[in-house]
């Protein structure tokens, strides 16, 4: 029943134009911040954004918001993973 209720919710959410996106921060973030954040997505993708947030100490700052099958991840991990990357291509071979 609980599934089949989850579904109902997101068929009814779908035609409103409503998604609910997974916000996880490496700090909690207070509802102002929420807010101007999903105002900022929902601009961008023409949906009413509502987070579902969560904390993950490991992403180091910055956030990484899940829409559907989309992720915008501005992490500092992977910002500093991708830099590390590009040093690592960039040295000269002997």
């Known amino acids: ?8 919710h997101q068929l009814v959410d779908k035609r409103e134009g409503r998604v609910l996106a997974q916000l996880t921060t490496a700090v909690a973030v207070g509802a102002a911040e929420q807010k101007q954040l999903a105002e ?20 180091l700052g910055g956030a990484v918001v899940r829409v559907g099958d989309h992720v915008f991840d501005a992490s500092l991990t992977t910002r500093l993973q991708q830099l590390r990357q590009d040093l690592l291509t960039q040295v000269p071979s002997r």
Do not use: N, T
């Open 40 to 59: 900022q997505l929902s601009e961008r993708l023409h949906l009413d954004v509502r987070f579902e947030a969560k904390v993950d100490p490991s992403l």
């Open 1 to 8: 029943m609980p599934a089949i209720e989850e579904g109902y």
